[in-house]
């Protein structure tokens, strides 16, 4: 009913006055009497005319169906949408608007709108042919749901936007993996060359004087050192077991040395192989781990969190969770770019990531279905 507002009969009778200069101003929709079966709801004459102006300056796509699923009305911004007039809209079923595909999955939504509202992505076929992602809602509009309510959202540029995300992360995955050998293969091979020149010298500086001989020893030592970092950076940049051992021996070997960085002790429950994934997948569900793991570190403030992970017939599960702090409601509905890029992931392999965090604790599960994963020929930085 738009903005109107919705006046009960019962209202004290030294009222009336001002009742009667709402409904003479068209403030006032409908009455709404309370009787033994409930209420039932009077409807001023043309009072469906500001609704209908409102509606019809949405945006967003609309219209109203029949128990048949056949419209019977809809807005001018759902006729742009399809690319055909609304007048040649009216009488069309809303399953001839749908890809075949997903035109049986309607029929299940529509017979299950008159017990509650629902929703469907499907993909709505256009006048020139072309096809468009959308997301359909439904509401009933009466009691017996022969009126219903639908929604249409363009999702093709909510789709463009997470197709470009995940190029990107594609890229930045591809960036790292490359970063990682010329760590490894470059600075790698010049750390160990310089290695061997300060073990020669050690062996043939018998002449040197102690403090000289230690700044040799110091500096030997230093190398091993920044050996054993660039190592583990180009590990942490692309983990060479996710190609070599997969994702379990992967997740075990960056678990270790977490442990030993941050002292904070991780409760591992993974099998020894959960089968063939995608590279996609694999970088996916660690990088999951990596950033789990981080804001354990960073914000929850305990010393011990689990890591549960699991495959069935439908889906590889991933669980982080510990028994910190947790995070304040506000910061877990805005989330870091950290639990964004972890989202953005999970969704573009058609899985879900969730967050729930309290007082108690965070836990952060990853579902990724199992779809014929083809696992992809790479080199390892190894």
């Not at 009222?15 to 929709?29: L, S």
């Not at 128990?67 to 069309?92: F, K, R």
């Not at 992602?133 to 929604?151: H, M, T, V, Y």
């Not at 599960?317 to 999970?346: C, F, Q």
Request: proline content about 4%; aromatic content about 2%; charged content about 25%.
């Amino acid at each position: 009913m738009g903005n109107k507002a919705v006046l009960p009969a019962e209202i004290i009778l030294e009222d009336g006055a001002q009742i009667i200069e709402a409904i003479r101003t068209g403030c006032v929709d409908a009455f709404v009497v309370e009787e033994r079966d409930g209420h039932t709801v009077y409807t001023l004459q043309n009072a469906d005319l500001p609704y209908s102006t409102l509606v019809q300056r949405m945006q967003q796509g609309a219209a109203m169906l029949n128990s048949n699923g056949e419209i019977i009305y809809c807005n001018d911004s759902l006729a742009v949408l399809l690319g055909i007039s609304s007048e040649a809209l009216v009488g069309l079923r809303l399953r001839d608007l749908i890809h075949a595909e997903d035109a049986a999955g309607i029929e299940d939504v529509l017979k299950s709108v008159n017990i509650h509202s629902a929703e469907q992505e499907v993909h709505l076929r256009k006048m020139d042919g072309t096809v468009l992602p959308a997301k359909l809602s439904f509401s009933p509009l009466s009691r017996d749901a022969a009126i219903i309510g639908l929604l249409v959202n363009d999702l093709s540029t909510e789709k463009s936007n997470a197709e470009l995300v995940a190029r990107i992360q594609r890229l930045q995955d591809e960036e790292r993996r490359n970063i990682a050998r010329e760590l490894h293969d470059s600075i790698g091979q010049l750390l160990a060359g310089i290695s061997m020149n300060l073990g020669a010298l050690q062996n043939a500086a018998t002449s040197l004087s102690p403090s000289h001989s230690k700044l040799l020893d110091d500096s030997a030592t230093m190398v091993a050192q920044v050996t054993k970092e660039i190592r583990t950076i180009s590990h942490l940049l692309h983990p060479p077991l996710l190609g070599v051992a997969g994702l379990c021996s992967a997740i075990r070997w960056y678990v270790d040395g977490f442990c030993e960085r941050s002292h904070i002790q991780v409760k591992l429950d993974i099998p020894n192989d959960v089968g063939p994934l995608s590279s996609d997948a694999g970088i996916a569900l660690f990088r999951v781990v990596q950033e789990g793991l981080t804001n354990v570190y960073r914000h929850s403030g305990c010393e011990a969190c689990s890591i549960k992970l699991e495959r069935n017939d439908e889906c590889l599960r991933l669980e982080i969770h510990d028994g910190g702090k947790g995070i304040p409601a506000p910061a877990t509905a805005r989330s870091g770019v950290g639990i964004r890029g972890m989202t953005e992931r999970v969704r573009h392999l058609g899985g879900k990531l969730e967050v729930v965090s309290d007082g108690t604790g965070t836990t952060v599960v990853a579902s990724l279905p199992l779809n014929e994963p083809v696992v992809e020929d790479e080199r390892p930085a190894v």
